[in-house]
């Protein structure tokens, strides 16, 4: 055997590592082989297949979580014919209404969106490739996660999955789930369909209660920004990123006047933040009124970027966000999802209260409080297990260190 095959040559100058919605969700690292053998190259390429996908349905209930999704997968020759610098994407789109009218597919967290829309997106950065290398074995590149996709309208949708290879310069034409490429800049391509359930209303029902849910998402966003009484300009720069995405969804008749009402609610939110009149009592109560669930993790998607976005876990930030959670009639189960996700963007100094860093409710029995940290320690050590060396894997220890900790505290 170790005749036939010879010589395996591993690249490891590369990692295929993508953060998706929390540290337990990672893309497979998986190592380029590079067949040099003695014998033809036909031969030798025999052990490759041709580059192919798949879509399958897992479920992560390995890491605590729980999350359904598709999970794309890749194997096979890299289809180049010189050294190029390649990634791949995936992209949604909605075609339950027909070829010719296909639809974007939103995503209600940013870190599963495009870089200027909120279009689904996943990307996972290859590096260099030669002609002689591929996957012989299934990688992770994608995952679809319904939980986070937002369809136009509601009820049963068909998707359409779009798995591209390209160079990876060209990563930023793709826009709304559409690229217009050359041959040079898309090495590869190939389609799956996906069919899915959605319930909440889909972003086209209801236009105005979304622009107004938008508003009410940005006075919530600066109240979390402003709570320990100033705006940085790292908090500033997600929240007006957050907007421009958010117009993208709107036709080029609509835009210009909606981003002014999302300029004025900024501009309204941080006089009345200075002033002390920034009510997060009348926001909530409006947003109970016309929100659904989707449009309210959104705006909760936003807070946690927004707290995230110093590097810093700040006291009264993380209070804050608990409190909204709870009034905006969350599930909590649900919220700790995209907590776990914007946890993972911190710096690794966690500089917070231990017990709001963990989701400790202060009016919780001693009881309550023992049962969570067991279930926060089963998740994060089942994180730490996933993960490779690296800021992740480092938070996940300092979370398990932070853990232990409080756990001690109780007895346990």
């Not at 025999?46 to 999970?71: C, H, M, Q, Y």
């Not at 940005?218 to 907007?243: C, P, Q, R």
């Not at 309204?268 to 109560?285: C, F, I, M, R």
């Amino acid at each position: 055997m170790e005749a036939f095959i010879g010589l395996i040559l591993i690249i490891v100058g590369f990692n295929v590592a993508w953060r998706l919605f929390f540290a337990g969700a990672r893309v497979a690292t998986a190592g380029i082989k590079s067949v040099a053998t003695g014998q033809s190259f036909d031969e030798a390429m025999g052990r490759i297949p041709p580059l192919e996908t798949r879509v399958v349905e897992k479920n992560t209930e390995e890491d605590g979580s729980g999350l359904d999704f598709w999970a794309v997968e890749v194997r096979g020759l890299f289809p180049v014919n010189y050294t190029k610098n390649v990634t791949f994407t995936v992209s949604l789109l909605d075609e339950t209404d027909g070829e010719k009218s296909h639809k974007p597919v939103l995503s209600v967290v940013e870190k599963l969106q495009e870089t200027n829309s909120r279009a689904y997106f996943c990307k996972a950065s290859v590096g260099d490739v030669n002609p002689d290398q591929g996957y012989i074995k299934w990688v992770d590149i994608g995952r679809i996660i319904p939980f986070f996709v937002q369809c136009s309208h509601a009820g049963d949708r068909k998707l359409k999955a779009i798995v591209r290879l390209l160079e990876t310069d060209s990563v930023s034409k793709i826009i709304l789930g559409y690229a217009d490429l050359n041959d040079q800049e898309l090495l590869w391509i190939n389609t799956h369909e996906i069919d899915l359930e959605q319930e909440a209303k889909g972003y086209e029902e209801a236009v105005e209660n979304k622009k107004e849910c938008l508003t009410l998402s940005i006075k919530l966003a600066m109240s979390v920004a402003m709570a320990d009484g100033s705006l940085d300009d790292s908090e500033g720069s997600v929240i007006k990123k957050w907007m421009n995405k958010a117009l993208t969804t709107f036709s080029e008749n609509n835009q210009i006047e909606i981003k002014k009402v999302l300029n004025n609610a900024m501009k309204s939110a941080y006089s009345d933040g200075q002033n002390d009149k920034l009510s997060k009592t009348n926001v909530v109560e409006r947003f109970n009124e016309i929100g659904d669930d989707q449009a309210k993790y959104e705006a909760m998607d936003l807070c946690y970027e927004v707290m995230a976005a110093d590097g810093v876990a700040d006291d009264e930030e993380i209070k804050v966000l608990h409190r909204l959670g709870d009034a905006l009639e969350l599930e909590i189960a649900e919220l700790d999802k995209i907590r776990d996700l914007k946890m993972m963007d911190l710096s690794g100094s966690l500089k917070s209260d231990e017990k709001s860093l963990l989701g400790i409710d202060p009016d919780w029995s001693n009881e309550e409080v023992k049962n969570h940290l067991k279930s926060e320690f089963k998740k994060w050590n089942a994180r730490l297990n996933n993960l490779q060396s690296g800021p992740d894997r480092e938070h996940a220890q300092k979370m398990l260190d932070l853990i232990g900790r409080e756990r001690s505290e109780y007895g346990e």
